[in-house]
């Protein structure tokens, strides 16, 4: 049933989380959901917005993202496949920043009252799903870290690192990743720098001999250096659970 | 802290603001079985890659998450006040991914981890009002990499220091218009991602301006709301208990 099940991805990631019994996988498989496809820079949550449903992202990329006043915008993660892009707002009423597609996406959406019925009677899950909200609150940490203090090239290898360890798990890679989906400026966003910045820096590290970038493709050449430029330790991805 | 205070009182405060609890519940806080420690500025509270065993609640103090880069630059992710629990990601995270270390000298109660695991697999209430905390810390998390993102100096600056003083008042620490900021400002450097010159420069151009008063480490604001502006400061991700029910009362409105 994990296989063509819509959740199924879903409840196998969580079987890693926390020891899900065969009722609360059934009970997974019984939340009311329905598909969605949003296009290409499509809004799937809003900042400010009264939060009645999370969604899963079950094919494409998504990123949450805060606009500022003057209008820049500083991008805050990236989501894959299997993850919920806004699980956090399943206990919090009032969404506190955006989730925007970064290419056409596929969404389970689950009304909110059906997830906190489920965690509230189902502990297994509750830990799963509390799993999911500190994984995503370690990558935030990095992040602060990121763009806190280290310099450009650190900070876009750093990102890089961590984009091509998490979509390995949806089945790019190893070490190429064709359809590179992520814009320059997208980078930037994410790293607190300058389009341009961000393009003279990745054009370093591709002389450094670190990575190939197409307008199509990443491919990285030296894995082992691209980690040390990126100064990246993948614990805080807490993987290994 | 009120000598005769229990030392667990400031976090079920914490948590009761998040979620209403029976007597039940409260007495369980209460009885959660803890020890106390003393320790001094700096002193370590959880490093990174350790095991944690034991879960703190801040009784008194402050404390700060921080991570060190292979360069050795530090960075700090976040201040957690009197009543924070310290560490609550690592009831249900194997391994910690960064350091804890007292801002001030303070006192810490350390609870066990499995103590912590069965109140909240076994109080579905308590589960979900300590789940709640962890997602407005990680919304603070969020913020913060906006702040040091996209903010200049001067606007991260008055962030954070609008920051601290809505988390001291709604705790009901920050008696008066201003408060002591317990960060040297090689701290606030570290917290905002700017050189200890850099934030000199900001705090000297803040007071300048009419927007704070400072007298050794106590920042007074004289212009609260202008400093909001200049900080780009609003409070809503703070989710502070009762003002995102009121943003969704005000949203239903016919």
New interface residues.
Partial sequence: MTDVHPLGSLVRRWSKHANLSGDDVEAVFSLPFTRRTFGKDAYIVRE?Q?TAECSVLLRGLAF?Q?L??DG???I?SFHIPTEFVDL?NS????A??NVQCLYRADCAIIPRQAL?DL???R?AV??AM??D??????I??????N????DSK?RIAHLLCELILRLQKVGNGPEEIYDFPITQEQLADA??LTAVHTNRTLQSLRKDGLIQLTAKSLTVLDWEGLREAG?FDE??L?Q?? | MATDEHPLSGFLRDVTAQAPLGSDDRATILNLPFKLRRLDAGSYLVREGSLPEHCGVLVDGFAFRQKMTGEGARQIMAVCIPGDAVDLQNIFLDISDHAVQMLTKGTIADVPRAALQEIVLNRSTIGRAIIQLTLIESSIMREWVVNIGRRDARERIAHILCEFAVRLEVRGLNPSQGFELPMTQEQLADATGLTPVHVNRVLKGLEADGLIERRRRHIHFTAWRALQDVGDFTRTYLHIPGEDQLEVAFQARP
């Fill in positions: 400010g009264i949450r805060k500022l006043r820049s915008r500083q805050i956090q206990l919090l009423s009032v506190d920043h906190t965690s509230g009677k502990p509750r830990i509390w799993r909200t500190l994984i995503d609150a370690s935030f940490r990095e992040w602060v870290v763009v806190g203090r280290r650190a790293t607190g100064d614990l805080y807490h290994q659970i």
